[in-house]
């Protein structure tokens, strides 16, 4: 499966930005997502992922209440929604899949990634 993460941008502390990971070459239905993100100087972590019946998982926990992943299988579409960005939320993000029900936390548990999106909250 071939993944294609777009929507980042420059966006004002407090701001919104909604990424989207579209997926090409399999039934991205059976796919386990993840979104991950890289600041500056530091390791790749794991933010959020979504199941392939749609549950949630949060992963980073600075995230909650601001952050929602969704998916849309009919478009082969994963979703993550940010608000209330904050400086912090500074990195590239990814998306990544695996071929499994869950997501897990572990970058290295993902066989597919897209190439990533640059997302930058300015204070």
């Known amino acids: 499966v071939q993944l294609q993460a777009s929507g980042g941008g420059l966006v004002q502390a407090g701001g919104s930005l909604r990424l989207s990971c579209a997926a090409s070459?399999?039934?991205?239905?059976?796919?386990?997502v993840g979104w991950f993100r890289q600041a500056p100087g530091k390791e790749r972590e794991s933010v959020l992922g979504i199941s392939v019946s749609g549950t949630s998982y949060y992963y980073e926990g600075s995230v909650k209440g601001r952050f929602t992943i969704s998916r849309d299988n009919a478009q082969n579409t994963v979703y993550l929604q940010m608000n209330s960005l904050k400086p912090e939320d500074t990195a590239v993000y990814y998306c990544?899949?695996?071929?499994?029900?869950?997501?897990?936390?572990?970058?290295?548990?993902?066989?597919?990634w897209g190439q990533g999106t640059q997302v930058t909250v300015s204070s």
């Open positions: 990544a899949a695996k071929f499994a029900v869950l997501p897990t936390r572990g970058d290295y548990e993902y066989d597919y």
């Open positions: 070459g399999d039934t991205f239905s059976r796919y386990a």
